[in-house]
């Protein structure tokens, strides 16, 4: 039976349940903190304390969370981090129902969440390969299904779901959150066992993480993989911050279009995501993840020249398809290739750069529109979208994605996924 006939195992069907479900409540708190925020300050340095205390953790410890999910059993670690994100969000709960909340508890539950995301996240990358047998098809299908999953859930659902909860009462939010983090965290606990990875010879954490750095560092398919992402962020940043400051002043967008104009990315996202598998397929994965690349950078240069809200939004709707579809096809590529007992500390060295690569863009976008035009830090998005495709189609080639997946089979198997999809083979030489 080949890979694109192989049913997912029914313990995925947990682990995107219990995915769902904690991305509904990611959602919720996503809408719901910020605007706790808003009840007790106006201060914006105040209110960005909050927001940017959710990705500290990534920054300060993402390598060596990576380090420390390889030494960790995946399940247990995801599970634990979902019980331990319930309880803790009982804690502003209770001060918001006792007229107790304060700037610095928000910021510190957003630092403790985000580091339970961060340990979760990077737990959940390393199960999910070893579940489905480190498969490329499966694994796409997979990550199609989570990714579609998250954006529909913390995407549309959440925000607003946050946003009426929060008219019931400052502690609702919170209590729904901690449900829904409990809930994901029975159903992960069901998920079947995996093989642990063949632990290393005894090193310190700081060697592990630094040698889980290097790996990535010295392979060119996995630097291409994520260099994508992290100048990505970049570019997305420079965009995002003056998006809304250009749909007023140039598209002449209200509050309410605004919020129509991010639904249309998010449509996209969905669409990008639901076609991420049959692109790979046609097209070969390296070659996909080249063409959603230049897609993006494309779509952004078109909103730079929009006359009009429709375009705009058509624009964002192109872009927000090729960001889900790479999101689908770099993470699905990277689990089959990289070793099981350094999946941990790849999956984290990566989203660290990306994450790191966020407040660059933001400040180059704020810096772009301050000294030139509004539409320059998009103008300059675009480019730098086109340029990093340029410079990584041949670090993620076909034939590179080919390479890397033959030598990351085992020996024996005729069906092995290294094998390449149907419809690939005339075009694993196009890039």
């Not at 247990?76 to 331990?84: E, F, G, L, N």
């Not at 250009?246 to 998010?266: K, M, N, P, Q």
């Not at 046609?282 to 078109?302: K, N, P, Q, S």
């Amino acid at each position: 039976m080949t890979s694109a006939m192989r049913k997912l195992p029914t313990g995925f069907g947990r682990l995107w349940t219990a995915q769902t479900v904690s991305s509904l409540g990611d959602g919720v708190s996503h809408a719901a903190l910020p605007l706790l925020a808003l009840t007790l300050t106006r201060d914006p340095m105040a209110l960005a304390v909050v927001t940017a205390a959710g990705t500290l953790p990534w920054l300060l410890f993402g390598v060596l969370g990576g380090a420390l999910v390889d030494r960790w059993d995946r399940r247990r670690t995801m599970w634990v981090m979902d019980a331990a994100r319930a309880v803790l969000l009982a804690i502003p709960a209770a001060a918001a129902a006792l007229d107790g909340l304060s700037i610095p508890l928000l910021a510190a539950v957003a630092f403790l969440l985000g580091l339970g995301g961060l340990f979760f996240d990077t737990a959940a990358t390393a199960y999910l390969p070893d579940l489905l047998g480190r498969d490329p098809a499966l694994l796409e299908r997979a990550n199609s299904r989570l990714r579609g999953a998250q954006t529909a859930m913390s995407g549309f659902a959440g925000p607003p779901a946050g946003s009426a909860l929060l008219a019931l009462g400052r502690a609702v939010p919170l209590l729904v959150d901690a449900l829904s983090f409990m809930l994901s965290a029975l159903l992960v606990r069901s998920l079947p066992a995996v093989p642990r990875p063949v632990p290393e010879v005894r090193e310190s954490l700081l060697r592990q993480a630094r040698a889980g750095a290097s790996y990535v560092f010295r392979d060119r398919l996995l630097l291409g993989l994520a260099l994508r992402p992290a100048v990505g962020n970049v570019a997305f940043l420079a965009v995002e911050t003056v998006l809304a400051l250009f749909a007023h002043d140039r598209l002449g967008i209200d509050t309410y279009g605004f919020g129509l104009l991010l639904t249309a990315e998010a449509v996209g996202g969905l669409f990008g995501a639901g076609i991420a598998s049959h692109l790979g397929r046609r097209l070969g994965t390296g070659t996909a993840l080249t063409c959603t690349a230049a897609v993006e950078g494309l779509a952004i240069l078109g909103l730079a020249a929009a006359p009009t809200p429709y375009v705009a939004g058509l624009a964002l709707a192109v872009c927000g398809a090729g960001m889900g579809a790479t999101m689908v096809l770099g993470p699905s590529l990277r689990q089959a290739i990289v070793p099981a007992r350094l999946m941990g500390r790849v999956a984290s060295t990566s989203r660290m750069l990306a994450m790191c690569a966020a407040p660059l863009g933001a400040f180059l976008g704020g810096w772009l529109a301050a000294t030139h035009d509004i539409r320059t830090p998009l103008y300059a998005a675009g480019g730098l979208l086109l340029a990093m495709t340029a410079v990584t189609a041949s670090m993620t080639s076909n034939r590179r994605v080919e390479a890397a997946l033959r030598a990351a089979a085992p020996p024996g198997g005729p069906d092995h996924p290294a094998l390449k999809h149907p419809a690939q083979e005339s075009a694993a030489d196009v890039v």
